[in-house]
């Protein structure tokens, strides 16, 4: 079954920090992935897509397919950044985006 | 609407009563998506609806859970005979087409059941 594994719960780092929030994932096609950002009080909501090639906010995340890994990097931890993190996976039209269990990120001064 | 609007906000029910939570998408969202947020178990997909149809209903986990959607629009997730580890926050989410792309979430009900 397709599976997204956040290995870390928690991942506290200090401003200025570079950062590293581990996805890997289980599907042996290609898939679609998605890092999506929850702030304190906030909806849920999308950072990026891996097929963007974007960076937002100063976040990046580069689909490793050999890996099956999407991790999500930052160079500068921001205190802004702390946040709740969760890597999605959509793998077929008509399916739903499945979730990891999500990292907190917490920047500290 | 502008977005999608999830009520109530808070629910606080006794052991064994039914509750029923509401998910209102955005208008002309034809998929619409529950989601169940608890800590140490992340975000647990529910059920998917398409249209009035749910394609896929293979994450409620067990048959005290039910969901309905009526007119392509308003959706009501059920819970019956509530139990305390169903104590959660409870989150919708609606897209245009099921295709992993553009889902705008609700900001939840969060319920307490004790």
């Known amino acids: 079954a397709q599976r997204v594994t956040q290995p870390e719960k928690l991942l506290s780092v200090f401003k200025g920090a570079p950062v590293e929030l581990k996805c890997n994932y289980s599907y042996s096609g290609s898939p679609e992935l998605f890092w999506y950002v929850q702030y304190s009080r906030q909806r849920l909501q999308l950072l990026l897509r891996?097929?963007s090639r974007e960076s937002i906010k100063g976040f990046t995340a580069d689909l490793n397919k050999g890996e099956t890994s999407f991790h999500l990097k930052k160079p500068f931890a921001q205190e802004e950044d702390s946040a709740m993190y969760y890597c999605?996976?959509?793998?077929?039209?008509?399916?739903?985006?499945?979730f990891g269990k999500g990292t907190t990120l917490s920047v500290s001064s | 609407g502008a977005g999608v609007s999830q009520s109530p906000s808070n629910k606080v029910t006794e052991k064994g009563k039914d509750v029923e939570l509401r998910c209102d998408p955005i208008?002309?969202?034809?998929?619409l998506y529950w989601y169940r947020q608890s800590l140490g178990q992340g975000l647990e997909f529910l059920i998917y609806?398409?249209?009035?149809?749910?394609?896929?209903k293979s994450g409620l986990p067990s048959d005290r859970f039910s969901a309905e959607r009526t007119g392509g629009s308003v959706s009501t997730l059920t819970i019956q005979r509530t139990q305390q580890e169903d104590s959660a926050v409870y989150l919708c989410a609606s897209s245009l087409e099921a295709t992993g792309y553009g889902y705008t979430f609700g900001s939840g009900t969060r319920l307490t059941v004790v």
């Open positions: 999605a996976l959509h793998y077929q039209a008509g399916t739903a985006l499945i």
């Open positions: 208008s002309g969202h034809t998929a």
């Open positions: 609806f398409q249209g009035n149809s749910a394609p896929d």
């Open positions: 891996h097929i």
